[in-house]
């Protein structure tokens, strides 16, 4: 059975831009860091956390019993850190890799936007040719 089997196409698509969402400000993160010595740039494994809410994994079941907690149902980004080259300042962050991940995550967000219109515009013209 594949990992997304009987998830709905929307949801599906709306948590994928909310996982790119989340994508892009880890990216942005380690462009800002670029000159931040010793700094070690992060991952976010996109598949395990877009799994991850899917299946309902990615919150923390606690109670809140102020209203000064935090919200613990934002969702949990599953992060990777693979760091192997280091500039003189220990920064392991490459600008040049950042951007192409950046461009790379930007079609993604584009493409599963324009799916979901799509799929919006398909139900719409179903539901104008009923009448």
Do not use: C, W
């Not at 991952?43 to 919200?71: A, K, W």
């Not at 760091?83 to 490459?94: C, I, Q, R």
């Amino acid at each position: 059975m594949t990992p997304y089997a009987g998830v709905d196409t929307t949801r599906l698509l709306v948590e994928a831009m909310r996982v790119a969402q989340i994508n892009h400000r880890v990216i942005a993160n380690n462009i800002a860091n670029v000159d931040t010595p010793h700094f070690n740039p992060t991952r976010l494994n996109f598949q395990g956390t877009l799994r991850s809410i899917i299946e309902g994994r990615e919150n923390v079941p606690l109670r809140r019993t102020d209203s000064r907690h935090l919200d613990t149902r934002k969702q949990r980004p599953q992060f990777e850190r693979l760091a192997f080259l280091s500039k003189n300042d220990y920064n392991k962050v490459d600008v040049d890799e950042e951007m192409v991940r950046l461009s790379e995550n930007t079609g993604k967000y584009t493409t599963y936007g324009s799916l979901l219109a799509k799929q919006f515009d398909m139900v719409k013209k179903m539901l104008t040719n009923l009448r």
